[in-house]
Structures are given as structure tokens and as C-alpha cells.
């Protein structure tokens, strides 16, 4: 998925040797987490705007130099990668260098979001299926094996928790039947943690203990 027509360049980095002040300035006219930061035309890299108001507005940029960051992405970095970058520096403004390391502009958070909305993983109708298993026990093709087995199709599929040794996998499914899956992927000793509406077990064992409890009473 090509990305370069969403460069935006429009606000152009300011130099390691503007005054702090120029900074602050700039952000009280924007909504960015960050300003970008060159020097000589070389891009150095970033800094907040929560570092940017601590600073003392009569100094250079240049004296506050430890808090630039110096995250980029390239114009070839896959979309995905550049959403990771985000989420990585909780930032809402990601530079773009050329190969040569050329500073082109930016991206902006929300374009890229709305690339991924685009995906068959929101744009298709399907049901969300979430499951968790040990880490040492599970296995994508075991995944897809249990979903492709109740005629159904995965639209999309990621990792959606690591802890400890529990992983967490986040499932996009195009085909009803889900209950169907669901009650596979428990034979296999998955544990449902969210699932289709369709997911019949837990109602199914309130309906049966409550049988039971008329029965008894009887």
C-alpha cells in the first residue's frame, strides 16, 4: 500500500538554532505531540511539546538538544511499520525521510489509521473473535486449521496481548457459523475471551443448571 501521497509538508522543521520560544509558539498553533528538528538541512529528529513547555523560552533549541528523539520512518516503510512507529513514540506526527535521508514531510496519525479502517479487517462484515492460549501451545496454521476446518474465512488475524506466558490472539472472521469455531477452538483448549454473539456455551450451561435446579426441586 503505497504511502507517499499522504506526505504532508506544510510545516517546515524548525532550526537547532531557533529560540525555545519559536517552539512553544508553534505549538500553541498546532494539535502535534511533536516538532520536527533540522540543522543545516539534516533532519535530527523530534521534540514534544511536554518537553518543549518545560523549556526556558529564551534559550536555543540547541541547549535543549538531549530531548530530541529521533524517530523517522522511510518513504518505503510498509504501513503497518509506520503505525507501529506511532504507537511506539505516542506521537500523532511521524517524519518521512527519503533513502537518502532527505527530510520530505510527515505523516499525520489519523491518515494512517484511516488506511488500516480500510482493511477487510474493519471494512468487511464478520464477526470478532477473541482467544488466548499458552504461549508454548499454540500456533498460527493450528488457528487458521481450526477456523478453514468449520468452513469459515479469517479476514484478519494479529496478537492482540502478550503476557507472561498467555498469548492472545484478536481473530476477524467473514463467515457466520461462528459458534461453531468457537466451540472448536475450546475442544483444542482455547480460552474464550470474547467472542460472536452466536457463542451459545455460556447460555447453554444456564439453561441446563437451571434445569436442573427445577428438577431437584420436583
Known amino acids: 500500500?503505497?504511502?507517499?501521497?499522504?506526505?504532508?509538508?506544510?510545516?517546515?522543521p524548525l532550526n537547532i538554532n531557533d529560540k525555545v520560544s519559536d517552539l512553544q509558539m508553534l505549538f500553541n498553533e498546532l494539535t502535534y505531540s511533536h516538532i520536527p528538528i533540522e540543522n543545516n538541512g539534516t533532519y535530527l529528529g523530534c521534540i514534544s511539546e511536554t518537553d518543549a513547555h518545560c523549556f526556558d523560552g529564551?534559550?536555543?533549541?540547541?541547549?535543549?538538544?538531549?530531548?530530541?528523539?529521533?524517530?523517522f520512518v522511510k518513504t518505503k516503510t510498509?504501513?503497518?511499520?509506520v503505525l507501529e512507529t506511532f504507537a511506539q513514540n505516542s506521537c500523532n506526527i511521524m517524519p518521512v525521510l527519503s533513502?537518502?535521508?532527505?527530510?520530505?514531510?510527515?505523516?499525520?496519525l489519523n491518515d494512517i489509521i484511516g488506511l488500516?479502517?480500510?482493511t477487510p479487517f474493519f471494512s468487511e462484515p464478520g464477526g470478532i473473535l477473541i482467544v488466548e492460549k499458552g504461549i508454548l501451545d499454540y500456533s498460527f496454521s493450528e488457528v487458521s486449521q481450526i477456523v478453514e476446518s468449520n468452513d469459515a474465512k479469517i479476514l484478519g488475524a494479529f496478537v492482540s496481548k502478550l503476557e507472561s506466558d498467555v498469548i492472545q490472539i484478536t481473530l476477524k472472521i467473514g463467515n457466520s457459523g461462528l459458534n461453531d469455531v468457537i466451540q472448536t477452538f475450546r475442544r483444542y483448549s482455547y480460552n474464550i475471551v470474547s467472542g460472536h454473539?452466536?457463542?451459545?456455551?455460556v447460555e447453554n450451561l444456564k439453561d441446563?443448571?437451571?434445569?436442573?435446579?427445577?428438577?431437584?426441586?420436583i
Open 78 to 81: 510498509n504501513w503497518l511499520d
Open 58 to 71: 529564551a534559550k536555543s533549541i540547541a541547549d535543549c538538544n538531549y530531548a530530541i528523539e529521533g524517530f
Open 116 to 118: 488500516f479502517n480500510q
Open 99 to 108: 533513502e537518502k535521508n532527505t527530510y520530505l514531510g510527515y505523516f499525520e
Open 1 to 12: 500500500m503505497p504511502l507517499q501521497q499522504y506526505i504532508i509538508n506544510d510545516i517546515k
Open 197 to 201: 454473539e452466536e457463542d451459545n456455551y
Open 208 to 217: 441446563r443448571s437451571e434445569y436442573l435446579r427445577k428438577y431437584l426441586d
